[in-house]
């Protein structure tokens, strides 16, 4: 995402925007859309600009992006904050793209929408017209997979475009960028380490934090910036927080195991443990969901719906209400049923096709969708489920000839996996009894 060369703006402005890149040469990243050849560059030099919808984590480079292609088009450049505005915004924007178009000097509009995801389905629809029209280019800026957050009807009129999360070397050359205009001080190679990853791929993060220390250095006229006095300044921010670290993992570790040893106390201190040392909470949705997969699976399905809410919650709500609703769900994965029964049976199931031979599909189990294929007697014996005592075909064989019931989900005794074992084995005594 951002930084550029030296701007023409005063050095008491943010450092955010005294790095801005005034041209497309100097963004940092995304150079998989913006690089020579590549689509998103086509684009700017096509000269004709076409809606869109910019798709990628925070701090990237989504807004920036925008503004240069209202640049290089020479067009009006209004903005909406899906945050913050609504109906009235889109319609008092339309207005201005109107007067943009008509006036004595005829201007292109470009119509930013940040978050855009977070504009319900009639808002988001308030733009089609206009759209359509090409009273203005919409560009539309969002965290959330548009497939699912974006009307079908405004992506199909909009090209989307994935940006990645910066990665080291993009951040250190933002480093040098602020550094080449003494923004900041010197910082030692420990000291810039733990920087870097504490920004994790997020510009905006690392430009934050870099003003706040440049600030506190020339307080106490430090220079260079070492580690020891970074943790001292910084420490409250960046407390405990060692992204790739031992510290980081131990600590997601002992969450982990507090939830899977059913003790909600343990779970919700190292929950805001990881929240208090500076931890992504979409990370610790994403590591609840798969704790709600490895550790109670079956024994109480609930739990992954739950922790699947939990995070669509907090996407919608942000810091720090939707942290509630992630704490809610780790208590409730600590107080459920345990069981890896699924999860087992999963590995072993994995590591069975891995040794084992391609087995063929049996006749009875193939698909016929032809008549060639239904005189090869593809299907043929197959009996349908549905149509049978109790809806089971009782005896019926569903593995490929020959091989061994491998017997790899075995549930526990707890949960609702009591009542799937006893179903289980009522369904193995049926098929023992037709022989």
Request: aromatic share 8%.
């Amino acid at each position: 995402m951002k930084a550029a060369s030296l701007s023409p703006h005063a050095s008491h402005a943010p450092l955010a925007e005294r790095l801005r890149p005034r041209q497309l040469g100097e963004v940092i990243g995304q150079q998989h859309l913006l690089g020579e050849g590549m689509a998103l560059r086509l684009a700017f030099e096509s000269g004709q600009p076409h809606s869109c919808i910019l798709w990628g984590p925070p701090g990237v480079g989504k807004t920036t992006i925008a503004r240069l292609m209202a640049d290089a088009f020479d067009a009006q450049f209004l903005s909406i904050s899906a945050v913050l505005g609504g109906v009235k915004d889109i319609r008092e924007a339309v207005e201005k793209a109107e007067a943009a178009r008509t006036g004595l000097h005829p201007q292109r509009t470009i119509m930013f929408v940040d978050e855009v995801h977070r504009f319900n389905k009639s808002q988001q629809d308030a733009f089609l017209p206009h759209v359509e029209s090409g009273l203005f280019t919409f560009i539309g800026a969002t965290t959330e997979n548009p497939s699912f957050e974006v009307n079908s009807a405004l992506l199909s009129r909009a090209a989307v475009y994935v940006l990645q999360p910066l990665n080291e070397e993009d951040l250190q050359s933002i480093v040098l960028r602020a550094q080449a205009i003494q923004a900041i001080p010197a910082i030692e190679p420990e000291a810039l380490a733990r920087l870097l990853a504490y920004a994790d791929g997020d510009a905006r993060r690392l430009l934050n934090t870099l003003e706040t220390l440049a600030m506190a250095a020339g307080q106490e006229s430090i220079d260079p910036v070492t580690d020891t006095w970074l943790m001292r300044v910084l420490g409250e921010r960046m407390r405990r927080y060692d992204k790739g670290g031992e510290q980081f993992y131990d600590t997601i570790s002992a969450l982990h195991k507090s939830v899977r040893g059913s003790d909600p106390d343990a779970a919700l201190y190292w929950f805001v443990r990881m929240l208090d040392g500076g931890a992504d909470p979409r990370y610790m949705a994403r590591r609840l969901i798969r704790m709600a997969s490895e550790d109670i699976g079956l024994a109480d399905p609930r739990a992954l719906r739950m922790a699947l809410d939990a995070a669509e919650v907090y996407e919608r709500l942000g810091s720090p209400e939707g942290e509630l609703t992630l704490a809610q769900c780790v208590i409730y994965l600590a107080v459920a049923p345990k069981s890896n029964a699924a999860y087992k049976a999963f590995n072993q199931a994995k590591a069975w096709v891995k040794k084992d031979g391609t087995r063929p599909v049996p006749m009875h189990l193939r698909n016929a969708p032809t008549q060639l294929m239904k005189q090869l007697d593809y299907g043929k014996g197959y009996r349908y489920a549905h149509d049978e005592e109790d809806g089971f075909a009782a005896g019926e064989r569903y593995l490929p000839e020959g091989m061994p019931d491998p017997g790899f989900y075995k549930p526990v005794r707890r949960g609702l996996e009591i009542k799937i074992a006893d179903k289980l084995e009522e369904l193995r005594k049926k098929n023992s009894a037709t022989g």
